[in-house]
């Protein structure tokens, strides 16, 4: 290839959210920069999504909400469903409001601002094979160009935005990073966008998104309903990667025929995909590099939105980055800024979030349908946990809750205790250290507060 430039401050993997973002806000400081993607450009932000991302991000990173043909249409808030239906809860706040975008034009929007803000060199059609490593510290990657030729590019910062199944963060050498996820930490999802007639159908609830928890028809996951327009919905599930060979007749039966009532339709696009729903990575960074979104395991781990934490994860690496070129220290000690960024704002809600997830995934349909009937959970407290990571039932509140679960005293007693755990991860994420040195010691206490409640879940699992 002529006019290859193979030497940069920042190599960005991957143009999805989280790359696009943190390549934006390292080009916009005058650093050179390399963004790379598998992909065709113009297919850049096709990903297989709900497409539900909150308002919060755009006003967090100061740039412009959806609009024009990125916009499908605006969201209050949810509405979460008993197994039986019989309940719902509404989560409408301010804060949970947000949209349905179309994914494409939105990708291609991320792209070309990045562009725009002076990425000098982006490579599409372009697949990463391989880290370069020059004396333990990250130094490059070795990729495969358009045109079949091998190369080597090289850097002083590498970011890994290349997704849950991202080839770097396996080959990453040391022991800070972890290579695999878990497959008890993953979730598998389907989901097809449905046109039809407004004549033919009516869309249930155009102003929500619509989640139902089921453990028979989505078992481990959810299913949703999210209205793009009035004649088009994103429906699909997400279900244990146990299921997988199965999820697509589960799609089929308990979402396909239960929404899509009318024989004239079109399925515009379908397709699956794999989420992590755990705490982020223990560390997102080693020496020379960083990983950010799905590579990293930021996601919500309680409804699987990984837009906005990808975007955020990238724009606290391009921070991080910036400061360290600055300082032309490239180590993890430099790099540890990003850590602790990550950990005490998004990682200390999801770490807790983490916990809820583990916890409800081992609830029957029985307990779920009587927790939300008896408001162990008002909407008012889901919203709270899901903002802050944070659970907290007044006294007062957890006695009456006592008395009207009083024939299922365990799950009180187990959602208590569920509580006291979420709070004190969430403030033990609040304090990540500042120090490199401190972080085994805060690794290990987070294990122990892991293990309390995988112990609760093994004990269910064996009552039931
Ligand atoms: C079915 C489903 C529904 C979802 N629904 C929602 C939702 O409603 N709301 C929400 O917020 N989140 C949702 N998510 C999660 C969300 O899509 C992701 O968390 C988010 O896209 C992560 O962004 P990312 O930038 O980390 O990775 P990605 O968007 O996956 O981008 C990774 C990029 O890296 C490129 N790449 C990968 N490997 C290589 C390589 N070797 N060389 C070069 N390039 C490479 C890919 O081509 C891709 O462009 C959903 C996920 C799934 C699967």
């Given at each position: 290839?002529?006019?290859?430039?193979?030497?940069?401050?920042?190599?960005?993997?991957?143009?999805?959210?989280?790359?696009?973002?943190?390549?934006?806000?390292?080009?916009?400081?005058?650093?050179?920069?390399?963004?790379?993607?598998?992909?065709?450009?113009?297919?850049?932000?096709?990903?297989?999504?709900?497409?539900?991302?909150?308002?919060?991000?755009?006003?967090?990173?100061?740039?412009?909400?959806?609009?024009?043909?990125?916009?499908?249409?605006?969201?209050?808030?949810?509405?979460?469903?008993?197994p039986?239906?019989?309940?719902?809860?509404?989560?409408?706040?301010?804060?949970?409001?947000?949209?349905?975008?179309?994914?494409?034009?939105?990708?291609?929007?991320?792209?070309?601002?990045?562009?725009?803000?002076?990425?000098?060199?982006?490579?599409?059609?372009?697949?990463?094979?391989?880290?370069?490593?020059?004396?333990?510290?990250?130094?490059?990657?070795?990729?495969?160009?358009?045109?079949?030729?091998?190369?080597?590019?090289?850097?002083?910062?590498?970011?890994?935005?290349?997704?849950?199944?991202?080839?770097?963060?396996?080959?990453?050498?040391?022991?800070?990073?972890?290579?695999?996820?878990?497959k008890e930490d993953?979730i598998?999802?389907?989901?097809?966008?449905?046109?039809?007639?407004?004549?033919?159908?009516?869309?249930?609830?155009?102003?929500?998104?619509?989640?139902?928890l089921n453990q028979d028809?989505a078992p481990g996951g959810y299913?949703?309903?999210?209205?793009?327009?009035?004649?088009?919905?994103?429906?699909?599930?997400?279900t244990y990667?146990s299921i997988?060979?199965?999820?697509?007749?589960?799609?089929?039966?308990?979402?396909?025929?239960?929404?899509?009532?009318?024989?004239?339709?079109?399925?515009?696009?379908?397709?699956?995909?794999?989420?992590?729903v755990r705490?982020?990575?223990?560390?997102?960074?080693?020496?020379?590099?960083?990983?950010?979104?799905?590579?990293?395991?930021?996601?919500?781990p309680l409804?699987?939105?990984?837009?906005?934490?990808?975007?955020?994860?990238?724009?606290?690496?391009?921070?991080?980055?910036?400061?360290?070129?600055?300082?032309?220290?490239?180590?993890?000690?430099?790099?540890?800024?990003?850590?602790?960024?990550?950990?005490?704002?998004?990682?200390?809600?999801?770490?807790?979030l983490d916990l809820l997830r583990m916890t409800l995934q081992v609830l029957s349909n029985e307990e779920l349908n009587f927790a939300?009937?008896?408001?162990l959970?008002?909407?008012?407290?889901?919203?709270?946990?899901?903002?802050?990571?944070?659970?907290?039932?007044?006294?007062?509140?957890?006695?009456?809750?006592?008395?009207?679960?009083?024939?299922r005293?365990n799950l009180?007693l187990d959602l208590?205790y569920l509580?006291?755990r979420?709070?004190?991860?969430?403030?033990?994420?609040?304090?990540?250290?500042?120090?490199?040195?401190?972080?085994?010691?805060?690794?290990?206490?987070?294990?122990?507060?892991y293990d309390k409640i995988r112990k609760i879940i093994i004990n269910t699992k064996r009552v039931k």
């Open positions: 290839m002529e006019n290859l430039n193979n030497n940069f401050d920042v190599i960005v993997v991957g143009a999805g959210t989280g790359g696009s973002i943190a390549a934006r806000f390292v080009a916009k400081k005058g650093l050179s920069v390399c963004l790379i993607d598998r992909k065709d450009k113009k297919d850049i932000g096709n990903k297989i999504c709900g497409d539900a991302v909150g308002t919060e991000i755009f006003d967090f990173l100061k740039i412009n909400h959806p609009k024009d043909d990125e916009f499908s249409c605006r969201i209050k808030g949810a509405k979460l469903y008993s039986n239906q019989k309940k719902c809860i509404d989560l409408t706040d301010p804060k949970q409001a947000g949209y349905i975008i179309n994914r494409l034009e939105f990708g291609q929007r991320l792209l070309n601002e990045a562009i725009n803000s002076g990425v000098d060199q982006f490579l599409d059609k372009t697949l990463v094979l391989d880290l370069l490593y020059d004396n333990n510290k990250v130094n490059g990657v070795k990729v495969k160009l358009n045109n079949g030729d091998n190369v080597d590019l090289y850097s002083k910062i590498l970011i890994d935005a290349s997704g849950f199944y991202s080839p770097l963060r396996k080959r990453a050498r040391g022991i800070l990073v972890e290579k695999e996820i878990s993953s598998l999802c389907y989901r097809e966008i449905v046109n039809f007639s407004p004549h033919d159908l009516k869309i249930k609830d155009p102003d929500y998104i619509t989640i139902i028809k299913i949703w309903y999210f209205p793009k327009n009035e004649s088009s919905v994103n429906i699909g599930l997400g990667m997988k060979g199965k999820v697509k007749s589960l799609y089929r039966q308990n979402v396909f025929n239960e929404f899509i009532k009318t024989s004239t339709y079109e399925i515009v696009s379908s397709g699956g995909g794999v989420v992590p705490r982020p990575l223990w560390s997102c960074a080693d020496d020379g590099i960083m990983f950010i979104g799905d590579a990293a395991c930021q996601v919500n409804h699987g939105g990984g837009i906005d934490p990808s975007m955020r994860g990238g724009f606290y690496a391009a921070k991080t980055a910036v400061a360290a070129i600055e300082k032309e220290d490239f180590s993890i000690k430099a790099l540890w800024n990003y850590n602790y960024s990550v950990m005490t704002t998004f990682g200390a809600e999801f770490a807790s939300l009937k008896q408001d959970f008002s909407g008012e407290e889901i919203l709270e946990i899901s903002s802050t990571g944070e659970f907290e039932l007044p006294l007062l509140s957890m006695v009456s809750k006592a008395l009207k679960g009083i024939t005293p009180l208590n509580r006291i979420m709070n004190e991860i969430s403030n033990l994420y609040k304090n990540f250290p500042t120090d490199i040195n401190h972080f085994d010691e805060w690794k290990n206490r987070a294990i122990q507060i």
